[in-house]
């Protein structure tokens, strides 16, 4: 196995001191010009880092970027793929953190994580889904879709009520009444707000909401499953569902066939997110868009001027009906 390279190393290939690769790498006064393009040229030759850690608290800087998740599920890898894409170019780099793996739950998962990583690891985090945000963080925080809503930090979610309205009203639009709604976790803002969408949308169109056809879905596929059966095992079923998530539906889909219906002539399905494999699903999964990689790349931009003393900011993005291959009229 190959050796860490060591700032001995550069120094020896650079023909230079010690003292004059740490001046370099950190950035100090007292190099030539000449000296210093050649040493850090150097530095990217033999792939020299120095630690994190000594850089941090020699600086008060790390550079690094940390992106803390609850886990790692295509939700949150497709929001680290929009931080990724918008720190390039950025003196920043990425540190991608799963804060519930080790403790098994996902409550104050990132009130851990912060304390392990703020002030030595990282300058800066962006937490997704976090249960709460600590006041007292020792570095600036962006959360994105915070289970209590837009209430601390700066925040970054979407437009959850009218997201989940649209993908009722398309239901509605095709023809169906009997509507059924699989909803997400009901400690989530996001999970009631997208309940209130549906709610909203019969309302309108004069279409008197069955609490029997609501039924508990959580937003993991597992946690979907009882529910999904306790919807079909009515004696009236619905013809539609509106799942709160992408993964509850397409698992609403995988129990519709297990109870001898087909989709979507038998039963309409529609999700929400727009995850990939809600394009790979066969047949193509109907959702609302949130625009993903955009809210990663905005809790960034946000992030960035945070740090650069900024005020805090909270924004709410748009979301987009998405028609594909799981939503049709109802049978006459």
């Given at each position: 196995?190959?050796?860490r ?46 630690s994190?850690?000594a850089?941090?608290?020699?600086r008060?800087?790390t550079?690094?970027?940390g ?16 931080v ?13 953190y799963?804060g519930?793996?080790s ?22 985090a ?5 249960t ?5 963080a020792?570095?600036?925080?962006v959360?994105?879709d ?24 398309h239901l509605?639009?095709?023809?169906h ?6 909803r ?9 707000q997208r309940?209130q ?24 596929t ?14 009236d079923?619905?013809t539609a569902v509106f ?15 297990e109870?001898g ?14 995850i990939p494999?809600?394009a790979a699903?066969?047949p193509?999964?109907?959702?609302v ?8 790349a ?5 992030l960035?001027r945070?740090l650069d ?5 909270h924004?709410r ?12 009229a109802?049978?006459?």
């Open positions: 196995m190959n050796r390279t060591t700032i001995h190393d550069v120094a020896h290939a650079a023909g230079v001191s010690v003292a004059t690769v740490s001046k370099a790498i950190n950035g100090r006064d007292g190099v030539a010009p000449a000296t210093l393009a050649h040493v850090l040229s150097v530095v990217d030759e033999l792939g020299y880092a120095s994190l850690v850089t941090s608290m020699r008060r800087r550079n690094v970027i992106v803390l998740v609850a886990e790692f599920e295509p939700f949150a890898l497709q929001l680290l793929s929009g990724s894409t918008e720190l390039q170019g950025t003196r920043f780099d990425v540190l991608a799963a519930s793996v403790a098994g739950e996902h409550r104050g998962w990132e009130r851990r994580s912060l304390s392990r990583l703020g002030g030595t690891l990282i300058d800066g962006i937490v997704v889904t976090p709460s945000t600590p006041a007292d020792s570095v600036p925080i959360a994105i915070p289970h209590a809503g837009p209430d601390g930090p700066a925040t970054v979610s979407v437009i959850n009520v009218d997201g989940a309205r649209a993908a009722t009203e509605i639009s095709l023809g009444r009997r509507i059924a709604h699989l997400g976790r009901t400690d989530l803002v996001s999970a009631r309940e969408g549906y709610r909203e949308a019969l309302d309108a169109a004069g279409i008197r909401f069955d609490p029997a056809l609501v039924a508990d879905g959580g937003y993991r597992a946690d979907s499953t009882a529910g999904a059966h306790a919807l079909l095992d009515l004696a079923h619905p799942a709160a998530n992408d993964l509850s539906a397409i698992e609403m889909i995988r129990v519709a066939v109870h219906l087909h989709v979507p002539d038998d039963l309409s399905v529609i999700g929400f997110d727009d494999e809600a699903h066969a193509q999964l109907s959702t868009r949130q625009p993903l990689t955009e809210m990663g905005t809790a960034v931009r946000l960035l945070m003393g900024e005020a805090h900011e924004v993005l748009p979301a987009e009906l998405v028609v594909r291959e799981t939503t049709a109802p049978r006459t």
